[in-house]
Nanobody, 125 residues
C-alpha cells in the first residue's frame, strides 16, 4: 500500500507559477513510477506528467509540455510538479498517482492504483 498526499495548490493569476508536492509513504518509494493527473469540473481525469523510477524518463501531455516539469527526490519520497506560465485552462484538481509496483510507462488513469486526495489549482485570467 502506498499513501499519497498532495499539497501546493492555490489561486493564482494567468502567467504565474506553482509547485505541487506529492509526499509518499508506505512502501519503498524508488520501486514506483509516478504520474500527475488533473480533473476539471465536468471533464474526465486526464494525464499531465509521468516520471520513471530514477527520474531519467519523463512524459508530458502536449497541453503542458514546455511549461510543466515533473521531478522526484527519492531520498525524501517526494514527487514535484513545477508549473509555469499557468493558464485558466490549467484550472483543475491535480492528483498524484502511482501504478502497482514494477509497472511503468503508463499514462492512462485506469492503470494507476494509488491516488492522493487531490489539490485544487485555480488560475484566474
Amino acid at each position: 500500500q502506498v499513501q499519497l498526499i498532495e499539497s501546493g495548490g492555490g489561486l493564482v493569476q494567468a502567467g504565474d507559477s506553482l509547485r505541487l508536492t506529492c509526499a509518499a509513504s508506505g512502501r519503498t518509494f524508488s520501486n514506483y513510477v509516478f504520474g500527475w493527473f488533473r480533473q476539471a469540473p465536468g471533464k474526465e481525469r486526464e494525464f499531465v506528467a509521468y516520471i520513471s523510477w530514477s527520474g531519467s524518463t519523463t512524459y508530458y501531455a502536449d497541453s503542458v509540455k514546455g511549461r510543466f516539469t515533473i521531478s522526484r527526490d527519492n531520498a525524501k519520497s517526494t514527487v514535484y510538479l513545477q508549473m509555469s506560465s499557468l493558464k485558466p485552462d490549467d484550472t483543475a484538481v491535480y492528483y498524484c498517482a502511482a501504478p502497482p509496483s514494477g509497472r511503468a510507462g503508463l499514462v492512462r488513469p485506469r492503470d494507476y492504483e494509488y491516488w492522493g486526495q487531490g489539490t485544487q489549482v485555480t488560475v484566474s485570467s
